[in-house]
């Protein structure tokens, strides 16, 4: 699947992220700014914060309560918010839209 990071500055990047990999990974993996992911992915820092894309909102599951309970002390929470490794890429996805909150969002 692709998904397209639609960044702090302005510009977008768009990503092939393999099946079973994050919203997360695929930005760590390619350098972009704006998704620092501290815990690694372990659902427990919240520095991975994004907004998932209204057309895209489908690709996902519900967020566990784990993932909710993070949300919740976030700055710049929206109803789309979520934790991008939460976000994995299933083979149904074509391609997905995240926008990547500013560090002071
Ligand atoms: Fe830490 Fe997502 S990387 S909660």
Do not use: K, W
Request: charged share 15%.
């Amino acid at each position: 699947p692709t998904v397209v990071y639609q960044l702090p500055d302005g510009s977008t990047s768009s990503v092939d992220v393999p099946v079973g990999q994050s919203v997360m990974d695929g930005s760590v993996r390619n350098n972009l700014p704006g998704i620092i992911a501290e815990c690694g992915g372990s659902c427990s820092c919240a520095t991975c914060h994004v907004y998932v894309n209204d057309d895209s909102s489908a690709a996902f599951g519900e967020p566990t309560l784990e993932e909710q309970d993070l949300l919740e002390f976030l700055d710049g929470v929206q109803p789309c918010s979520r934790l991008a490794c939460q976000l994995v890429l299933t083979p149904d996805v074509d391609t997905v839209t995240v926008t990547v909150p500013s560090a002071d969002a």
